[in-house]
């Protein structure tokens, strides 16, 4: 399985599509069945105690598990999240947050994998996301 999309096209579609997703992520890299996003954190996504809030993490798993969706099967914007399961495992540190997502199986309506999130100077995975996208229909 290959991308059929590269980063700087998914960007420009991302752009497109949700004008209103205001955060800062960068693509760092796309290969087979795989992606990785990193978010800058700030301020406003911290909770009291100087943690990264759960919503901050929800987020970017999806938005990581879009992006490799979207490099597999093109620019569709109702590619659609219909199950998450995330489980919070360490304290994420303010910083620079790492998503690790990857493809299990892409069938013609469902798209199914997970999401390992990485904060930077923590040791091992702050939280994992399993997640499962509906594609739309092929014509």
Do not use: W
Request: hydrophobic share 40%; proline share 6%.
């Amino acid at each position: 399985m290959k991308p059929v999309m590269q980063k700087e096209e998914i960007e420009s579609f991302l752009g497109k599509v949700f004008p209103q997703m205001n955060i800062s992520y960068a693509i760092t890299s796309l290969s087979s069945g795989a992606a990785e996003v990193e978010l800058y954190t700030e301020d406003k996504h911290l909770r009291p105690g100087g943690t990264i809030s759960g919503p901050t993490l929800f987020s970017l798993a999806d938005l990581a598990f879009y992006v490799v969706t979207l490099a597999h099967i093109g620019p569709e914007a109702l590619t659609v999240t219909t199950n998450v399961n995330i489980n919070f495992m360490r304290k994420p540190r303010p910083g620079t947050l790492r998503a690790q997502a990857r493809i299990l199986k892409l069938g013609r309506s469902l798209c199914v994998g997970d999401v390992l999130i990485f904060s930077e100077g923590t040791e091992g995975a702050v939280a994992h996301a399993n997640v499962t996208y509906a594609l739309p229909p092929q014509t």
